[in-house]
């Protein structure tokens, strides 16, 4: 569909169409429908910061057209559940993996996926393992809420839903167990998406994460009573230019920026996922 | 479990060299229908290792993976189609995946494998 056959009034009519099929469809796991546990963490203020970090970058990942998403950490299931209903599972063919040391937070999240109709595949493991072999160089995007609470060292590690929060000094103990493993994980052009607070020292972690190839941003921050939450998006350094490329200056860009988001989102829209004999 | 998912799967057991991949005791097999999407496939055809797959299909009863594969394959729509059915269609709800050097099974329930090592393990 060339973008110069489209007038304003039919981006208008494109825009409320969006506008209605997103409260048909929706683009976030319900809360209704996610499953629970006394010992699994429930979806809180960083659960929903990371989702809204997520949808914030929407038309991002539709773009990158990931191959492989992974959760480490899956608690309720929340997260990855939102990710794939907000990239639509069938239309990209995006296969998930979610992974939890929690059995109990496991098995909830299947439940929660299955109450949305979505399905990936589960893990019980400490982190990667038993996948960072094979797996490496293959996640196209990784998404992480880790346990980030600053807390006595030996709180970390424990069973049971402690092991959601306990982050030993800092809150870095789990945090810096992780990066060497997304690193290792992430595909040349991955994407890693981490919840982290001020107290774990985030520019510090950029720095870490630079000397391994990433560049970083802070996508969305939140402050609470308790906390001052941020989602942290790196990626490896030599697609700095597509990503800056991607946000966007001046007034010449932005009517170009609509027309190309509305039609990334038309493939989303109900009515046309079937039938579509001219997609490829 | 999923077929990619069990060739991405290696034993991580401390000391372990010959950890992948798992040998599969199948005690309840599923099929769920997916969406026939011939570009993941091809995405996904050179990191996988194939006659774990193929060994993989037969264990839980798919035996029309040829025993070896190569690109040029990936034209023939018949050969995808296997491909999609044996990788992405196919489900180890209860079973157990064993390591192929110690024999330690890895409990698989509900679809999930356990892969959480004991204290001697790590």
Redesign the interface.
């Known amino acids: 569909m060339p973008s110069n056959c489209l007038s304003p009034l039919i981006l208008f009519r494109f825009y409320v169409i969006l506008q209605s099929s997103r409260m048909m469809a929706p683009n976030t796991a319900q809360i209704r429908l996610v499953s629970s546990h006394p010992e699994v963490y429930e979806p809180c203020a960083d659960s929903f910061l990371l989702v809204d970090a997520l949808l914030a970058d929407r038309t991002n990942l539709l773009e990158h057209c990931p191959t492989l998403c992974m959760e480490v950490g899956c608690g309720s299931g929340y997260v990855i559940t939102s990710l794939a209903l907000m990239l639509g599972q069938e239309a990209d063919g995006a296969y998930y993996i979610a992974t939890d040391i929690n059995p109990h937070a496991v098995r909830v999240t299947h439940e929660t996926l299955e109450a949305h109709g979505i399905h990936a595949d589960l893990i019980s493991t400490n982190i990667a393992s038993g996948l960072e072999k094979r797996l490496a160089g293959l996640v196209d995007v990784m998404v992480v809420n880790p346990p980030y609470v600053p807390t006595p060292e030996d709180e970390v590690g424990l069973d049971g839903i402690a092991a959601a929060w306990a982050g030993g000094e800092n809150g870095r103990s789990v945090i810096d167990k992780m990066l060497p493993v997304c690193d290792k994980l992430l595909s040349k052009r991955g994407w890693l998406y981490m919840v982290t607070l001020t107290a774990n020292n985030p520019s510090e972690i950029c720095r870490q994460m630079r000397d391994r190839g990433y560049a970083s941003r802070i996508i969305l921050q939140r402050s609470t009573e308790e906390e001052n939450l941020l989602v942290m998006k790196f990626w490896r350094d030599s697609e700095s230019q597509l990503e800056n490329s991607q946000i966007g200056v001046g007034n010449k860009n932005v009517p170009a920026r609509l027309i190309d988001y509305l039609l990334s989102q038309v493939s989303t829209l109900p009515f046309l996922r079937h039938g579509n004999s001219d997609n490829d | 479990?999923?077929l990619?998912?069990h060739?991405?799967?290696?034993?991580?057991i401390k000391g372990v060299t010959n950890?992948?991949p798992l040998r599969i005791e199948a005690e309840k097999v599923v099929e769920?229908q997916?969406?026939f999407?011939p570009?993941?496939l091809k995405?996904?055809f050179p990191?996988l290792?194939w006659k774990a797959l193929a060994d993989a299909a037969r264990s839980l009863g798919y035996g029309e993976l040829p025993d070896a594969a190569d690109a040029s394959m990936l034209d023939s729509d018949d050969f995808l189609r296997r491909l999609h059915h044996a990788l992405l269609e196919l489900h180890l709800e209860e079973g157990a995946l064993v390591c192929p050097e110690t024999g330690r099974k890895?409990p698989v329930n509900?679809?999930?494998?356990?892969?959480?090592?004991h204290e001697d393990e790590v």
């Open positions: 479990m999923r990619l998912t060739n991405m799967l290696s034993s991580n950890g992948f769920k997916v969406d999407n570009d993941f995405n996904m990191k290792e890895f509900k679809g999930i494998p356990n892969m959480l090592l």
